[in-house]
């Protein structure tokens, strides 16, 4: 064989693994799909190699050139935008200029992007707030947090509680304009997780006096006990979040250990003496039988305790939410969980939905069947445009 054909054929096999992405025959709109598969395939084995090489963790590098989406706080006609702070925490506020004798609803923001990467000013989420503000005549308050590799759990759950105590107080709601009666808290994905996480965590805090009116969680991640979950098995390789990356993104939230990582991918990092937990995230009874599609649950393998008691934040109820007694999850205020068909973490949030039913809480749970993990970021899909429409119709009929 000649060295042309040879450089042909590593050319075509290299190319034939960039664009092969195997999708369901239910798949929305494959062909961009598949072009999506591969610009973010080959980012993160850019990525990857440049970790390798030395030159920074690979979440930095991508977080580097996401930076370059990052809009500056320009206000408009209709809207006041700003940077500010809460309690040293760096947030964005978007303030509708429409006059009224009433107080605004407030809605909190957290951005999603696996603990990792993301940002309050990246154009998408700017873009998503702005949408909000003018369609519900609220302000919105879009919040960062600091990011892995260089924190990790508790830390990020820390700085987005922190924040949203401080827009809590009834000083800061009265200088915004803000109903204290009509308050709520959102975020997708990581964001989601966090959401979740800080509406728990305000049931019992004394220093609260103002309860949320409203969650609503956007595909959130709520559990990192069980990566075996109907969800898990069918979107192994689904862009843009595959398996291999979203377990990367889980474990490098409470540690850089790789062998942690591991263990998740193996499901094998729980000890035996956390047992009882898998019955807050045994999806055989919290799944509707349309959500387990023939998929018989495998009791839980355990791992040894050294992981765990090394880094134990991962069985922590502010980082899985799903891991809450019914006695908390009771006192929740009203909720709007979303979740796509084609996603990792489906099933999170449908245990999520079916837990807060038994509990008591009102629940809404809307599912976008083509749709997949992080559509908030990807135009061009119209699964995209009906998942912000139920998005922000429901905040508007229940904030």
């Not at 040894?304 to 980082?319: I, Q």
Request: proline content about 5%; aromatic content about 12%.
């Amino acid at each position: 064989m000649g060295k042309k054909t040879t450089v042909l054929l590593v050319l075509g096999v290299f190319t034939a693994y960039r664009v092969y992405t195997p999708l369901p025959d239910t798949a929305e709109e494959p062909w961009k799909l598949t072009c999506l598969s591969v610009m973010l395939k080959t980012a993160i084995d850019l990525a990857t190699v440049a970790e390798l090489v030395g030159i920074g963790h690979c979440m930095s590098i991508i977080m580097f050139f996401l930076r370059l989406q990052d809009v500056s706080p320009t206000s408009e006609e209709n809207i006041t935008v700003m940077d500010t702070t809460f309690n040293s925490v760096p947030v964005r506020i978007y303030i509708p200029n429409r006059k009224s004798e009433a107080l605004k609803r407030g809605l909190f923001y957290i951005h999603g992007g696996g603990w990792s990467i993301g940002s309050n000013a990246n154009f998408h989420y700017d873009s998503l707030s702005r949408q909000t503000a003018k369609r519900l005549d609220a302000v919105v308050v879009s919040t960062n947090y600091r990011l892995v590799p260089k924190y990790h759990f508790p830390t990020q759950f820390e700085g987005v509680y922190k924040s949203l105590k401080w827009f809590l107080r009834r000083d800061v709601l009265k200088r915004y304009g803000v109903d204290p009666k009509r308050i709520g808290v959102s975020g997708d994905s990581a964001g989601g997780n966090l959401a979740a996480a800080v509406s728990q965590q305000l049931i019992d805090d004394p220093d609260i006096k103002i309860r949320l009116k409203i969650q609503s969680l956007i595909y959130p991640v709520l559990q990192t006990l069980d990566l075996e979950t109907p969800s898990y098995r069918e979107n192994v390789h689904f862009p843009p979040l595959p398996k291999s990356l979203l377990l990367r993104f889980l474990s490098e939230y409470f540690t850089m250990d790789r062998a942690f990582e591991k263990a998740m991918f193996f499901n094998q990092h729980v000890p035996v003496e956390s047992a009882h937990l898998f019955k807050f995230v045994n999806w055989s009874s919290l799944l509707p039988e349309n959500f387990k599609k023939g998929h018989f649950y495998n009791s839980p393998t355990y791992g040894t305790s050294e992981l765990a008691k090394k880094y134990p934040g991962f069985l922590d109820v502010r980082a899985a939410p799903l891991l809450a007694d019914d006695n908390k999850l009771c006192g929740l205020p009203v909720t709007c969980v979303i979740t796509c068909e084609h996603d990792l973490v489906r099933d999170d949030g449908i245990m999520y939905v079916t837990r807060l039913q038994n509990a008591g809480v009102r629940v809404t749970h809307k599912h976008i069947e083509d749709g997949f993990h992080g559509l908030l970021f990807f135009y061009g899909f119209k699964s995209k445009y009906r998942l912000e429409n139920e998005y922000l119709s429901w905040l508007s009929e229940n904030l």
